[in-house]
């Protein structure tokens, strides 16, 4: 019987890949799910894949099928079949999920794979859910995942780290609707043209907007405050995009570089997954040696002021004219197609696709092991 230990046998890992979910990136999410399913080890772990409509709604997929996308290629299909309850306390460190149409479907699941990227993902409160339950999961704890979306609170914390960000500025809807007219005169003589304008807590450039025009900012703005309830106003420079993986808890190591080279006017949803031609990378990133080894120093600085663990990349602007380089956001569940930059980057710095997968399950176990020997009990 599948998941019952024989004499002598090692039990597999019953992994759970979570994925779809309710934000502006739920069909990228579905082409992360297809590749981290088809890389993990079959010898090593039984996995069940479990999708979450746009609805919220979990469903287990009785038949995991990938299926092929005009826009993405591979995707895990969703299909909505039974009515499932998630619980936890009849077995610690193992979810449990029951289907409420057929009772006699039920399941154990040792760890979670997340790969809900955005919005009720990555933002700390799927993380939070998973540690109410005493789940172990792979990826970015609480704090990590929730500080890293805020792209606000980051820039904060990464300035008090002594990291250089973008001048940016933050606005909430209410600030917004009631002295839009001063908004819009300070923001141009503090910050000047060009401008990027982005929802606050959104990933995949969702909702971003390049203004060129002191006319298109009002719009700009409007249209950001329909994916999100604050948002941020950032300095645009002549840049180019440098990316950086992270991998690790207490002693985290840095990948070789990359380099995003968009066909567009500037990295955005378009362009990283829409246009088969809207970007190349470049592995490693073409740039000198000392400077390489000063924006890998200051990847794992972020990566510790942002109180990451498990995985993240970081985004690095590159000035064109003056090489300083300034960390523009952390990303701490990072797209894990077989062409996305976080799995590439550390294939370039020898570690493969499946290797890597192994690697996260084996941070997210002893993360959990460290997290349970924590005492919460009163004194």
């Known amino acids: 019987m599948p998941g019952v230990k024989r004499p002598g046998e090692k039990r597999k890992l019953k992994i759970g890949v979570l994925y779809g979910g309710r934000s502006g990136e739920h069909d990228v999410s579905l082409c992360s799910a297809a590749s981290v399913i088809t890389a ?5 772990y039984d996995i069940v894949a479990i999708g979450i409509d746009r609805d919220g709604r979990w469903f287990v997929q009785d038949k995991p099928e990938i299926i092929t996308d005009r826009h993405f290629g591979r995707i895990m299909s969703l299909k909505k079949t039974g009515l499932w309850l998630v619980n936890h306390f009849e077995e610690q460190n193992r979810l449990h999920l029951y289907n409420l149409v057929d009772s006699k479907e039920q399941m154990a699941i040792d760890l979670i794979f997340p790969v809900l990227h955005g919005t009720f993902g990555e933002d700390g409160t799927l993380q939070g859910l998973l540690e109410l339950a005493m789940v172990p999961y792979v990826g970015v704890d609480v704090a990590g995942a929730a500080i890293g979306m805020d792209k606000d609170i980051a820039k904060r914390l990464l300035m008090e780290a002594g990291i250089p960000v973008v001048p940016w500025i933050t606005l909430g809807r209410r ?9 819009l005169r300070e923001t141009l003589a503090h910050l000047g043209l060009p401008l990027f304008v982005k929802p606050l807590c959104t ?3 969702v909702g971003v907007v390049k203004v060129k025009k002191g006319n298109e900012l009002c719009a700009a703005v409007d249209y950001a405050f329909q994916y999100d309830t604050r948002v941020m106003i950032e300095k645009g420079i002549d840049c180019r995009e440098i990316e950086c993986a ?7 190591e840095a990948s070789v570089l990359g380099e995003i080279l968009p066909n567009h006017d500037f990295y955005s949803y378009e362009a990283k997954y829409l246009d088969p031609e ?5 592995i490693p990133a073409k740039l000198p040696a000392k ?9 794992l600085a972020g990566y510790a002021a942002l109180n990451c663990n498990s995985m993240a990349r970081v985004d690095f602007f590159l000035d064109r004219k003056t090489n300083d380089f300034y960390l523009n956001e952390i990303n701490t569940l990072p797209g894990f197609t077989s062409i996305s930059m976080y799995p590439k980057l550390w294939e370039a710095t020898g570690l493969p696709y499946g290797k890597l997968l192994d690697l996260l399950i ?3 176990l002893e993360r959990h092991l460290r997290k349970k020997s924590v005492q919460t009990k009163g004194i």
């Open 203 to 205: 990933g995949s450039s």
């Open 362 to 364: 084996k941070l997210a």
């Open 246 to 252: 992270v991998l690790g808890n207490d002693v985290p």
């Open 175 to 183: 600030q917004w609707e009631g002295q839009s007219k001063k908004i």
């Open 40 to 44: 993990l080890d079959k010898t090593k």
């Open 278 to 282: 809207g970007a190349k990378m470049s």
């Open 291 to 299: 400077l390489a080894t000063s924006i890998r120093r200051c990847a």
